[in-house]
């Protein structure tokens, strides 16, 4: 089987606001077929029976429950007559901080490059189970006021995305707090030297973007060399650095499609590509879209607003 067949592509929310709500009651059973995404799903069981299956496990559900669907994995659910279930699906990337601390280094992180993974069920008998349950219908209410949002009032909808976030936030500490959080190995114990080091390398990267960046540079902030540097930055950051400085130039790039008028030749030269090619394939890559599409998508919600607007 060639999982590659079963991505889905469809967008989950915007490329503003990557997170989506699905809900679903029927009167006939509904198979949701195997598939798997990019993104995290939190699905919640709220009525009737189900069946999940996930990376091949079968699991029966009794509701209320909650499903965590990590990315990447397959996974394919029945909906049965009766039953109530809604999703939420969310980029990672939501939850990641542009300043890098013990909590990105120990929580966030891991969880993006999946050494830190979220319970596969979380039943109504687990101890958690009320706070998660709270927190989620919390979020359920604003992604619904954000949906419902006319175009013209950004600051509700800012307001409700962010609060979305911090429900998200709320979860994390949760399970945190509870031990509930799953490690698939060991997390790297960063000591204060560490992140310092870390602080280093990141800053300087984030400095230097448009210009080339050698592993040597790099490896000499820390005072080791390239081969060691190499282990030592995928360890602690879950990316290898040229994937890491292609994520740092793609949002640079980003950024300047929305807020200027350059060609996009222009600004792949400006945020250290070379290749316009690359650069597309790469863009793409992380955001899911061509560079062009980015900037048309945001320029069409943009006039959508001016338009309700005037």
Not at 23 to 28: A, I, N, V
Not at 209 to 214: E, K, R
Not at 237 to 261: S, W
Request: net charge negative; proline share 3%; charged share 25%.
């Amino acid at each position: 089987m060639d999982i590659h067949s079963l991505k889905e592509n469809a967008r989950h929310g915007t490329v503003i606001f990557p997170l989506a709500l699905y809900e679903w009651s029927g009167t006939e059973d509904w198979r949701v077929s195997l598939h798997w995404h990019e993104e995290m799903e939190l699905v919640y069981f709220k009525e009737g029976t189900f069946q999940a299956w996930l990376n091949t496990k079968e699991f029966l559900i009794n509701s209320p429950a909650f499903m965590c669907i990590h990315a990447g994995e397959l996974h394919s659910l029945i909906l049965n007559a009766g039953s109530l279930e809604s999703a939420v699906v969310f980029n990672l990337n939501i939850l990641s901080f542009e300043h890098y601390d013990a909590i990105q280094a120990k929580l966030i992180r891991p969880l993006m490059d999946g050494r830190l993974r979220l319970p596969v069920l979380i039943e109504h008998s687990d101890p958690v189970f009320p706070g998660v349950k709270s927190y989620y219908e919390k979020m359920e209410d604003a992604l619904k006021e954000m949906n419902a949002c006319s175009p013209e009032d950004e600051i509700a909808k800012n307001s409700a995305y962010l609060q979305i976030k911090l429900l998200l936030f709320d979860i994390l500490a949760l399970l945190y707090k509870n031990s509930s959080l799953i490690h698939v190995k060991n997390i790297c114990n960063e000591n204060e030297h560490q992140i310092e080091n870390l602080k280093k390398v990141l800053s300087y990267i984030n400095d230097r973007y448009a210009s080339p960046i050698c592993l040597d540079e790099l490896a000499s902030l820390v005072n080791l060399n390239t081969q060691y540097f190499c282990r030592y930055f995928k360890e602690n950051i879950g990316k290898t650095t040229t994937e890491y400085i292609n994520e740092v130039r793609i949002e640079k790039a980003a950024a300047a499609l929305l807020e200027t008028d350059d060609k996009i030749i222009t600004i792949a030269q400006d945020t250290g590509f070379d290749n316009i090619g690359y650069f597309i394939r790469r863009f793409r890559q992380i955001k899911g879209v061509t560079p062009s599409a980015y900037r048309s998508e945001y320029r069409k919600e943009s006039k959508s607003q001016n338009n309700a607007i005037n």
